[in-house]
């Protein structure tokens, strides 16, 4: 007769009894009371059709059958234990390895702050980023989880929100300002070189403006498209164009650079970093004047 799953903790039982020859014992390593173990213990022999302990008032000992099975469970059954083990300890303080996807603007502003102080708290987890700004679909391509800005996250996934609104700027070296002048409404940038961006399906982004009830998405003009905020800020201080960017990336570097925001009347819509894993979820756009 083949062992079904359900008698792992039967024959755990029967093994625990065998070493210690006393229900009483076994009871004790195994948390469970001694009429309990008796009561599984002659379930698994009704199953399996064999008698495996010979018991009476004062003494516990193994039919020829119980040593047999006794001998076979050894190894097999102590690797078992050992793995519940490693689960357990995973319980009790989280451990392992967990791949990510993020976009490169969200690894720079919101996870490199916060790493340090993560590693801190959970020194045995053992983080795998990988920073790519395509939209990767993050259960195909085998990662744990992701984050996306809102409005990209497919809808089968388990969002969480993991910041507030991200804001966006435009921004331009005072060199090239100087030389096709300061856009003061959207529709200005019509006369501008825009460092155009690639978004991660492929698409070339619209760039966005808010001001109160009304909204524009422009197709902005420009020679050179990118993928990449830091290649794009770079271009942007050697007055290849204007940039967009969240106002985090570019804030930083206008008192010591050549760059300096420019963001005509309107403001860009800000939005939220959300986190995502394998599920079902909502997400949305977070836009605030």
């Known amino acids: 007769m083949a062992f079904a799953r359900s008698d792992l903790a039967d024959l755990a039982a029967f093994a625990a009894i065998a070493r210690h020859r ?7 390593e195994l948390g ?38 006794l001998r076979t469970l050894g190894d097999p059954l102590a690797a078992v234990l050992a793995a519940e083990d490693v689960l357990n300890r995973h319980r009790d303080s989280p ?15 919101l996870l490199a702050p916060v790493l340090p102080e993560f590693q801190r708290r959970w020194p045995e987890i053992e983080l795998d980023i990988y920073v790519d700004n395509r939209l990767l679909d993050v259960f195909d391509e085998g990662f744990d989880a992701g984050v996306r800005f809102g409005g ?12 507030a609104e991200v804001g966006w700027t435009i921004a331009g070296s005072p060199a090239y300002l100087a030389q096709h002048g300061v856009p003061f409404h959207p529709h200005d940038l019509a006369g501008h070189r825009c460092l ?34 830091a290649f794009a800020t770079a271009m942007a201080l050697r007055g290849a164009g204007l940039v967009y ?3 985090a990336s570019v804030a930083p570097i206008w008192p010591a650079a050549p760059c300096r925001p420019c963001s ?4 860009a819509p800000a939005r939220r970093c959300t986190s995502i894993i394998p599920g079902a979820a909502i997400c949305r756009w977070a836009c605030a004047c």
């Open 152 to 163: 990209t996250v497919p809808d089968d996934m388990i969002a969480q929100r993991l910041s």
């Open 22 to 28: 006393n229900f009483r014992q076994a009871g004790v």
């Open 264 to 267: 005509p009347t309107g403001s």
């Open 245 to 247: 960017l969240p106002t």
């Open 32 to 69: 469970v009371s001694a009429s309990a173990l008796s009561h599984a213990l002659k379930g698994l022999e009704e199953r399996l059709g064999v008698k495996l302990l010979n018991r009476t008032n004062r003494s516990v000992t193994l039919t020829a059958a119980g040593e047999d099975l």
């Open 95 to 109: 451990r392992g390895r967990v791949r990510v996807n993020v976009p490169d603007m969200v690894a720079e502003h």
């Open 196 to 229: 155009q961006v690639r978004l991660g399906d492929d698409r070339t982004y619209r760039w966005e403006f808010e001001r109160e009830a009304e909204s524009l998405a422009l197709a902005v003009p420009g020679t050179i498209t990118h993928n990449n905020s």
